[in-house]
């Protein structure tokens, strides 16, 4: 088993899922001995537990079945399309928000001022 | 056929322990932020650079730096993808291949992930995961272990391989009458140790835990 892969089990695991919920709730629970000057494998765990994080809440929603979690070709290709997803969302939010103006005086014509 | 059962259960439950085993050293590794290990009955152990080893590591790295520099025969990797160029061999057109190769492994990942948001069959999610294995796990390494021969005694390289070799001197720790110490104290001793097998050991695990340098 490869690192990597044993890295991924850990941070899909029950156990480190719930002390992940804990650490941002509760002051105090540490995920690792160190507070600061994390290492490379530490980084790389973190980013793995957000990652299962925003899984299982999907699937804890329903909006997807808990089999993405059979493969981890799946559980990346769920993340990247979610990430795409998000994504494009923003750019259509941020482009409804440029074609709608606050300032009515923007699109007012006044009339002109007769001799 | 009995005994046969039994047999396949105990290596079932052998396989288990060992991957809970595994799994528990990487648990305290990630914890502790340290890797022990053991090697001929010794323990031993690599941490995380203190301020101080930084900057020794740092030293070292930069006076290598001027030396390679200064010697004619060790070529800047955009200059060694040039004299193989002219014997025939295309560096270019291996990472354009590469870079093909992920385009497309994108957009089988995109699907899939789709896919999976709308619940799809098994079926059809074991299609992309099987297209997109060959190309993370077989294709594309392909690729990259002609580029990385290639390459291998680029300027650069060197200096990759340089640093790795520092690191493991830096971080190597001894356990002796309980107490931890530093297994080289200059980096002539660490050159000059023979045992190479334990040097590989502490040096793909002191990658692991090193910030990206």
């Known amino acids: 088993m490869k690192v990597y892969s044993q890295l991924r089990c850990l941070a899909k695991s029950t156990q480190f899922q719930n002390l992940f919920a804990a650490s941002k709730e509760i002051f105090g629970i540490k995920l690792f001995r160190n507070s600061f000057d994390f290492s490379n494998i530490q980084m790389i765990f973190l980013n793995y537990l957000y990652m299962y994080d925003s899984i299982m809440r999907d699937i804890a929603t329903e909006n997807i079945s808990k089999e993405v979690l059979s493969d981890e070709i799946y559980e990346d290709a769920y993340m990247l399309y979610k990430k795409e997803n998000r994504n494009k969302t923003v750019k259509d939010n941020k482009n409804t928000i440029r074609n709608f103006h606050l300032v009515p005086a923007q699109k007012m014509i006044f009339p002109k001022k007769s001799k | ?213």
Request: proline residues 0%.
């Open chain 2, 1 to 213: 056929m009995e005994n046969n059962d039994r047999l396949q259960e105990a290596t079932k439950i052998i396989a288990e322990m060992n991957k809970d085993s595994d799994l528990n050293r990487v648990e305290e590794m990630i914890k502790e932020n340290k890797i022990t290990f053991s090697y001929e009955e010794k323990q031993y152990r690599v941490r995380v650079l203190n301020i101080r080893e930084k900057e020794e590591l740092d030293g070292l790295r930069r006076k290598k730096f001027g030396q390679l520099m200064q010697d004619k025969d060790i070529l800047l990797e955009k200059d060694l993808i040039k004299v193989y160029k002219e014997r025939g061999i295309d560096i270019d057109k291996i990472d354009a291949e590469i870079k093909k190769l992920e385009t497309h492994n994108d957009s089988l990942y995109l699907k899939c992930g789709e896919a999976i948001s709308k619940n799809e069959s098994e079926t059809i999610l074991k299609s992309y995961r099987d297209q997109i294995y060959e190309i993370d796990m077989i294709k594309i390494p392909i690729f990259n272990a002609q580029k990385t021969l290639l390459l291998e005694f680029s300027l650069e390289n060197q200096l990759l391989n340089y640093v790795a070799m520092i690191i493991t001197y830096l971080s190597l720790d001894i356990l002796e009458d309980g107490i931890w110490k530093r297994l080289f104290s200059t980096f002539e001793e660490f050159q000059n140790y023979n045992n190479e097998e334990l040097i590989n050991k502490a040096g793909s695990y002191s990658m692991l835990l090193q910030y990206k340098i």
